[in-house]
């Protein structure tokens, strides 16, 4: 249960936090994304508006100039480099027709031939053209700008080209990136704030609300969920409650009404039992009427085991049902019920095989009458649904010190969607064609849990049959006779 409870806590908190915190994550890194393309595309479309918007005035005001001679253009060239005012963050140059530097406001650049896409563009186009990129030298990021100079006839006479660095740009794009990444990251820490805030409130009751309803489902009926809530977990506590409040009422009036029916069967079952002994012996009645009695003491006596079987699951449902611990030799007790019962086995054409891995007498706190019962069930158990197999094996040993004990039959075995349900109290298989209560494994359960113990039931590894299992603690002062491993 408490493993369950935790899957559910864990799995239900991990679905809910991946959900939501997922969608946000995408939410905001979308965001990020579009920003950073607005952020970039609007930075260097500012820069390179301003550098054409320079190069346009520029050569506008050369254009009277271009029109006259080449000494003319480089000497004016030369006077507007002089007097160029930004160059401190745009350097300015003047190419000849070749798309060499003649002149530039840096003067390290003059006599290089660039070659850049927008030099090769206006000289070609005679258009203004703009180019960003690295420069093959140094790998700096730059943004160029170049508008052809023109004679009358429209000959290209030279290029006016403005070159930017676009590292002061690069680094301001990055600074709005990461605030905004910043603030994306603030806002995700927010929905997982708000996400755990719902987590605490909302589903830390519903796995309580599951917890508690698990135990009601596994048999604690009466129990009450603490009903803090005014909402509707409180509407769903609330039923749950009166849920397992009615259940208690009708498991009650259902053990009561069980327990008085058994008792009221006692009495005439006794006398037809008795009657029915006694007339069996009686010589003067002939063949049939024998035959006749004989059928009624094996229908008296079935039920009243039945009804044996009733009345102590009644004192199990209303906690009268108690053990008289004592010091006991399990394989001694074990043996002694096989013999007992060996002969009914034998009538049943089964045969038995037992197997004690125990090395020396073990002794162990228990109930023996009790344990008997649970030993006793099971081979009625194996004896009804088990003849086909017509064999059936019982294995005692030690185990991380535990005593293991195993009863297992040939039979058909249990078909898998009902295997999990066999320890139900009244649980009896669809195709089950044996009469019964359906009480006989959930008593021997419930024995074995007194006793500190474990109760399992499957069907066999191998080949065909079912197997129940037995794990009971061995006493402290015993002595641990071997470590050998349990099979079934």
Known sequence: MGTFYENFTRGLRRRWLRGTVFIALCAIIFVVAMFSVFVHSYYHATVRTGLESMARTATDFFANYVGRSFDDYYDSALRYAETFREANRIEMQFLNSDGSIMLSSSAITSGTSPGSPDIINAISTGQISTWAGRLTGTGERIMATSAPMLMGDGEVIGIMRYVTSLRLVDRQVLLNILGVVVVGLVVLAMVLLLNMVFIRFVITPVSEITKMSRRIAEGSYGIQISNDYTDEIGDMV??????????????????????????????????????????????????????????????????????????????????????????????????????????????????????????????????????????????????????????????????????????????????????????????KGKNSKERGSGIGLAICEEIIKLHGGRFEVSNAETGTGFVATISLPVARDSSVANGKDFGR
């Open 238 to 427: 609330e039923s749950i409650n009166e849920m397992s409040f009615k259940i208690a009422q009708t498991e009650k009036i259902q053990t009561e009404f069980i327990s008085s029916i058994s008792h009221e069967l006692r009495t005439p079952l006794t006398a037809i039992t008795g009657w029915g002994e006694t007339l069996i012996y009686n010589d003067r009645l002939d063949d049939d009427s024998k035959r006749g009695i004989s059928i009624i003491l094996g229908e008296a006596r079935r039920l009243t085991e039945m009804v044996e079987e009733l009345l102590e699951f009644t004192k199990l449902e209303d906690g009268r049902f108690t053990l008289r611990v004592d010091s006991i030799d399990i394989a001694a007790e074990l043996e002694e019920t096989i013999f007992t019962f060996r002969e009914i086995l034998h009538r049943g054409e089964l045969e038995l095989d037992f197997n004690n891995d125990l090395e020396h007498p073990l002794l162990i706190p228990g109930d023996p009458d009790r344990l008997k019962q649970v030993f006793l069930n099971i081979f009625d158990n194996a004896l009804k649904h088990g003849r086909d197999g017509k064999r059936i094996e019982v294995y005692i040993g030690l185990f991380e010190e535990q005593v293991l004990i195993s009863i297992r039959d040939f039979g058909p075995g249990v078909p898998p969607d009902e295997l999990e349900n066999i320890k139900m109290k009244f649980f």
